[in-house]
């Protein structure tokens, strides 16, 4: 069974950065494409950023482009989420998933979602 443990969010002011992580486990975790997804209050999960088995990024939402960096370490099943200049529209639960490789929506995501890391930005 597939699980994923979300780590590293936090309160910080807009301008500042945070360092997601993603533990998962019951998967082989360098077979699959992973990917960031987040949900703001009061919205739907929209996709943040994915990243292929291999470690190269193929998709980056356009608000977050030039902040914010995705990679994985396959040695240590974990996936990353760098986020600088971060800004109050941040604001959000964010959730990693592993992906069918196809575009970098949440319904391409596998598996149950996991309780996700809430960042608050404020301004």
């Known amino acids: 069974q597939v699980q994923v443990v979300e780590s590293g969010g936090g309160l910080v002011q807009a301008g500042g950065s945070l360092r997601l992580s993603c533990a998962a486990s019951g998967l082989l975790f360098r077979a699959y494409h992973m990917g960031w997804f987040r949900q703001a209050p009061g919205k739907e999960r929209e996709e943040v950023s994915c990243?292929?088995?291999?470690?190269?990024?193929?998709y980056y939402r356009d608000s977050v482009k030039g902040r914010f960096t995705i990679s994985r370490s396959n040695a240590e099943n974990t996936l990353y989420l760098q986020m600088n200049n971060l800004r109050p529209e941040d604001t959000a639960t964010y959730f990693c998933?592993?992906?069918?490789?196809?575009?970098?929506?949440?319904?391409?995501?596998?598996?149950?979602w996991g309780q996700g890391t809430l960042v608050t930005v404020s301004s």
């Open positions: 998933a592993a992906t069918n490789g196809g575009d970098c929506v949440p319904l391409n995501a596998l598996g149950a």
């Open positions: 990243i292929s088995f291999n470690g190269i990024p193929t």
